[in-house]
């Protein structure tokens, strides 16, 4: 009887915990649907964003021009190697997403031993409690640490902490900002990137090369520009350059969000499958355990007839 108890409250046990990934796996598809519309906007005025910069360069983005306007700004203008690069982290707060925070992490180590071979210095910026946790017990030091942020995130909250960022790279503590995350390829598919954030390139931002500013034909053939840039083109540029830089960052965490939500999601499936796996199972020990129990109580009481006739 007491197998057969144990037995019974361990399935009871399973099914409590089916019935919670099951549920948190419809969060996480619900939250994937969500975060796929955000990201498809904010990549939308990315590319918005990205018609305006030839405009306020007057030239084509990848002209020599354009480079030369882009070069006066603080933060498109490269410093020589030296200082240390800042990596931008992305992990998450919570668990139960799979391999997600091991990929982010060990990518992460590795860009980190490489920068070490070559005399640099690696500095974080880290985003998510899990990565936070992970530095903390390996005594690395964090610069910045962003632990209020979910797939929620406001766009002004990663703007405030990107300012942080570009007062270290303004003052030349590091020579370069570079952003570890996830890129999402599709929902059973992710691959872990590192892409250059600072110094600022406009074809890594825009994501489209233009053929330079808009035109219109006067009389005789000649070509005027079809929009005024007021109130300069160095003015409009000290302000489009921050903003394109925040967006990317903006499009990147999002993006990085999008595959933890797709890998919490398939872990959730393969937890309540296994679940379910194992309730079989269980199912199938208990009935026999039952069996056995009835079998032996039977041969019990035909015994104990059989004696009292003797």
Same mark, same amino acid.
């Given at each position: 009887? !007491?197998?057969?108890?144990?037995?019974?409250?361990?399935? @009871?046990?399973?099914?409590?915990?089916?019935?919670?990934?099951?549920?948190?796996?419809? *969060?996480?598809?619900?939250?994937?649907?969500?975060?796929?519309?955000?990201?498809?906007?904010?990549?939308?005025?990315?590319?918005?964003?990205?018609?305006?910069?030839? &405009?306020?360069?007057?030239?084509?983005?990848?002209?020599? +021009?354009?480079?030369?306007?882009?070069?006066?700004?603080?933060?498109?203008?490269?410093?020589?190697?030296?200082?240390?690069?800042?990596?931008?982290?992305?992990?998450?707060?919570?668990?139960?997403?799979?391999?997600?925070? !091991?990929?982010?992490? @060990?990518?992460? +180590?590795?860009?980190?031993? &490489?920068? !070490?071979?070559?005399?640099?210095? #690696? +500095?974080?910026?880290?985003?998510?409690?899990?990565?936070?946790?992970?530095?903390?017990?390996?005594?690395?030091?964090?610069?910045?640490?962003?632990?209020?942020?979910?797939?929620?995130?406001?766009?002004?909250?990663?703007?405030?902490?990107?300012?942080?960022?570009?007062?270290?790279?303004?003052?030349?503590?590091?020579?370069?900002?570079?952003?570890?995350?996830?890129?999402?390829?599709?929902?059973?598919?992710? *691959?872990?990137?590192?892409?250059?954030?600072?110094?600022?390139?406009?074809?890594?931002?825009?994501?489209?090369?233009?053929?330079?500013? #808009?035109?219109?034909?006067?009389?005789?053939? @000649?070509?005027? @520009?079809?929009?005024?840039?007021?109130?300069?083109?160095?003015?409009?540029?000290? =302000?489009?350059?921050?903003?394109?830089?925040?967006?990317?960052?903006?499009?990147? *965490?999002?993006?990085?969000?999008?595959?933890?939500?797709?890998?919490?999601?398939?872990?959730?499936?393969?937890?309540?499958?296994?679940?379910?796996?194992?309730?079989? +199972?269980?199912?199938? =020990?208990?009935?026999?355990?039952?069996?056995?129990?009835?079998?032996?109580?039977?041969?019990?009481?035909?015994?104990?007839? &059989?004696?009292?006739?003797?």
């Amino acid at each position: 009887m !007491a197998k057969t108890r144990q037995i019974r409250k361990r399935i @009871a046990s399973v099914r409590n915990i089916n019935k919670i990934t099951r549920t948190m796996e419809k *969060v996480a598809q619900s939250k994937v649907m969500k975060l796929n519309a955000r990201y498809a906007d904010a990549k939308a005025f990315r590319a918005a964003l990205a018609r305006l910069l030839p &405009e306020a360069l007057g030239a084509a983005p990848g002209s020599q +021009r354009a480079q030369d306007a882009l070069a006066s700004q603080p933060l498109c203008a490269p410093w020589s190697k030296g200082s240390g690069v800042l990596l931008f982290v992305v992990t998450s707060t919570r668990g139960l997403c799979g391999g997600y925070n !091991a990929k982010v992490i @060990a990518a992460t +180590r590795a860009r980190m031993d &490489e920068l !070490a071979r070559e005399g640099r210095q #690696a +500095r974080l910026v880290v985003m998510g409690k899990k990565g936070q946790s992970y530095f903390r017990y390996h005594n690395q030091p964090v610069e910045i640490s962003l632990s209020d942020i979910d797939e929620n995130v406001p766009f002004l909250r990663l703007q405030a902490a990107l300012q942080e960022i570009i007062v270290l790279y303004t003052a030349r503590l590091v020579d370069s900002v570079e952003i570890v995350s996830t890129r999402y390829l599709t929902k059973v598919a992710q *691959v872990v990137r590192v892409t250059r954030l600072l110094p600022f390139k406009l074809p890594s931002v825009a994501g489209v090369t233009g053929t330079g500013p #808009a035109t219109v034909r006067r009389g005789g053939g @000649a070509e005027e @520009a079809l929009y005024l840039v007021e109130p300069s083109r160095s003015d409009v540029l000290s =302000t489009l350059v921050p903003m394109a830089v925040a967006v990317e960052l903006f499009c990147t *965490v999002l993006e990085a969000m999008l595959g933890e939500q797709a890998e919490r999601s398939i872990a959730m499936r393969s937890a309540s499958d296994n679940a379910d796996s194992m309730t079989r +199972r269980l199912t199938r =020990t208990y009935n026999r355990a039952r069996q056995a129990q009835i079998t032996s109580e039977m041969i019990e009481i035909i015994s104990g007839s &059989e004696g009292g006739r003797e």
